[in-house]
């Protein structure tokens, strides 16, 4: 099985969760919801591994979608999905066997959501602090 995260940077915060697979085949955010300090990349290491470590599959399928984000909202201390998900810059994770690969994002809105930026994607070992300055420089490719 191949797992899967998410990363957001949100007001010079770091926040990340899991995704695990229904069992109808779609991804969607589960837990552990985290924060991690930007400025300990060991630190942030851990925490991108313990949100890979959460991914699942054969989760129930959701039958109330609002209610997903809730947790990540919640860590995030946000007033609404649209005060986070409007500004927040965004990394997929995925880990393959000895390789992580962050994907940017570029925001598209808080209604379209996020759309990969294939071409800016990075890879690490999962070594704690290469893991956090990897993520800290796709950071920087998001749009």
Do not use: C
Request: charged share 25%; no cysteine.
């Amino acid at each position: 099985m191949h797992q899967h995260a998410n990363a957001y940077e949100w007001r010079g915060r770091i926040f990340l969760h899991a995704y695990s697979k229904t069992t109808q085949g779609l991804s969607v955010l589960s837990q552990p919801v985290l924060e991690a300090n930007p400025r300990n990349l060991p630190e942030l290491g851990r925490a991108i591994l313990s949100a890979l470590a959460g991914s699942k599959e054969g989760v129930a399928h959701p039958s109330i979608w609002d209610d997903i984000p809730a947790p990540l909202i919640k860590v995030a201390g946000a007033k609404s999905r649209s005060a986070f998900y409007g500004s927040a810059r965004s990394v997929d994770i995925k880990r393959q066997s000895d390789r992580v690969i962050f994907t940017p994002d570029r925001n598209l809105g808080t209604r379209k959501g996020y759309a990969p930026l294939k071409e800016k994607v990075r890879t690490s070992l999962p070594d704690a602090a290469d893991l956090g300055a990897t993520l800290l420089s796709a950071f920087q490719d998001t749009e």
